[in-house]
């Protein structure tokens, strides 16, 4: 279940082309292996619905969205620091550096209940040694907020030398858009988050330099910020309109060993 994954941002780049700022931490520290400044970075989605919602669901757009301001620091943040890798849900801080599939579990994330789906998969599906778990339509396994339609998809590995169950697999990325919208409060770092806009990015990364692409890159409707062997931040799908982003990625540096 390897995957290239230059193929898979390429993919991001494509499909995003097409439409329109800290506490306690988890358990399962890990020594991420660096990369070459590539990503696994999901391809930005379409409005629509998908096959693998819940039954049990309410509609993402009963409630009007989430209001928040960006918590602006007194200097663009150090993207070397791992401990800035985060995402913040119903309150609850997540760090991508050290967290599991079974982190998102604990806080009320399950997966797709329609077992007579021939894409099913759940936490205890096996993910083989040194390799990234291959599910669902876009690479990403999604984890529904419980009792609603709204999901994130969460990209996971396996880096050790042996088969691992899905829930046990080390967060590489962390993926979610508007679609959400206000059925759970989700967050990044200096609470960004999808609706937020170039200049709120900048506020909390830095100006956009199109000569260092080794920190930073805009190109068209999407900004990505990254740092080699540590992670990303991926703005995606610019609204024309509003200027506000709908998408927003986290990725760290996570990923199997290629060869």
């Not at 009963?62 to 960006?70: A, C, D, M, Q």
């Not at 995402?87 to 209940?113: C, M, P, R, S, W």
């Not at 990234?132 to 907020?145: E, R, V, W």
Request: hydrophobic share 30%; proline share 4%; with cysteine.
């Amino acid at each position: 279940m390897k995957k290239n994954i230059t193929l898979m941002l390429t993919l991001l780049l494509t499909l995003s082309l097409l439409t329109a700022c800290g506490g306690g931490g988890n358990s399962n520290n890990n020594n991420a292996p660096g990369n070459s400044g590539n990503s696994s970075a999901p391809p930005a989605s379409d409005s629509g619905g998908n096959s693998n919602n819940p039954s049990t669901s309410n509609p993402a757009s009963t409630n009007p969205p989430i209001e928040r301001t960006v918590d602006v620091p007194d200097k663009p943040l150090d993207l070397t620091d791992d401990s800035i890798y985060f995402v913040i849900i119903d309150g609850v801080k997540i760090y991508l550096h050290e967290a599991t599939v079974q982190d998102f579990l604990n806080i009320g994330f399950v997966f797709n209940e329609d077992k007579g789906d021939e894409d099913y998969y759940d936490e205890n599906s096996e993910v083989d040694a040194n390799s990234s778990a291959d599910y669902g339509y876009n690479f990403g396994a999604k984890l529904y907020k419980e009792g609603t339609s709204a999901y994130i998809e969460v990209y996971a590995v396996n880096l050790t030398n042996h088969s691992l169950p899905l829930k046990n697999c080390e967060i590489s990325t962390v993926y979610f858009d508007e679609r959400i919208g206000s059925q759970f409060d989700i967050s990044i770092v200096c609470n960004l988050s999808y609706g937020c806009t170039e200049d709120e990015i900048k506020s909390v990364f830095g100006d956009i330099d199109d000569d260092i692409f080794t920190q930073t890159a805009y190109k068209r409707n999407q900004i990505r910020y990254y740092a080699e062997g540590h992670g990303e931040f991926w703005f995606i799908a610019k609204d024309t309109g509003s200027g506000a982003f709908r998408q927003v990625g986290v990725h760290t540096a996570k990923s199997p060993a290629q060869g």
